[in-house]
């Protein structure tokens, strides 16, 4: 692994199921974010974690729920997928709080 | 509320100049950020400024006036690989990034 990695690269899925997208990351970062990109919009922050063992919600966080169990792993799951849910997601890290962020490829969601 | 303005396409020949801009309305302020775009991939980091002025990498250099709430991005030499999106972010006063929609740039031979 080097950098940060999603899985799965992409998936349909039917609404009402339960999804939960993978991020990993081997930097040693202490914060990481998962995100939504829609067409005309800018990214928007669904959850995020300063530190191992901590989470906090962003501006987008009903319908997504996520764990920071250790460093490297931060998952984000949908409880119950809606087709509003269908986008871009990308998960992110950044050495500390303030620093630049380092993205992952991209997990493309489609619900129907 | 919290509002990041930029263009939301431009069209640019190779070889030549373009200044992409980016206008903020935030809470606080603690730095903005570029970030470059291709289709269908993730978003690199370009570019950090959080003082006035100018910073400039290589082909590229971004321009911070924060009594203003104006930003730069500046390519020159633009080359063909430069078509992307380039997105314009801001920390705000919590330390989360505000998000432009993105300026999609295209770049014709």
């Known amino acids: 692994i080097a950098g940060i990695t999603q899985a799965p690269t992409s998936q349909i899925l039917a609404a009402g199921r339960r999804m939960t997208l993978r991020c990993t990351q081997d930097m040693r970062h202490n914060a990481m974010y998962w995100y939504r990109q829609d067409l005309g919009l800018g990214l928007r922050l669904i959850h995020y974690s300063n530190t191992a063992g901590t989470t906090g919600k962003g501006e987008v966080p009903d319908g997504y729920s996520v764990s920071r169990a250790n460093t490297d792993d931060f998952p984000l799951t949908l409880a119950s997928a809606v087709p509003s849910q269908t986008s871009v997601y990308f998960c992110?890290?950044?050495?500390?709080?303030?620093?630049?962020?380092?993205f992952g490829e991209g997990s493309r969601l489609t619900v129907l | 509320g919290q509002n990041i303005d930029q263009p939301t396409e431009m069209t640019a020949t190779e070889g030549a100049i373009v200044q992409i801009n980016c206008t903020y309305q935030t809470s606080g302020f603690n730095g903005l950020f570029w970030y470059q775009q291709h289709a269908g991939e993730a978003p690199t980091f370009l570019s950090y400024n959080v003082l006035d002025g100018l910073e400039e990498k290589g082909r590229f250099s971004s321009f911070l006036s924060r009594s203003k709430g104006y930003s730069y991005l500046l390519l020159k030499e633009l080359q063909m690989k430069d078509s992307a999106s380039y997105l314009c972010a801001v920390r705000d006063s919590n330390y989360q990034l505000i998000w432009g929609a993105g300026t999609k740039l295209i770049i014709k031979p």
């Open positions: 992110a890290s950044s050495l500390n709080p303030t620093g630049e962020l380092f």
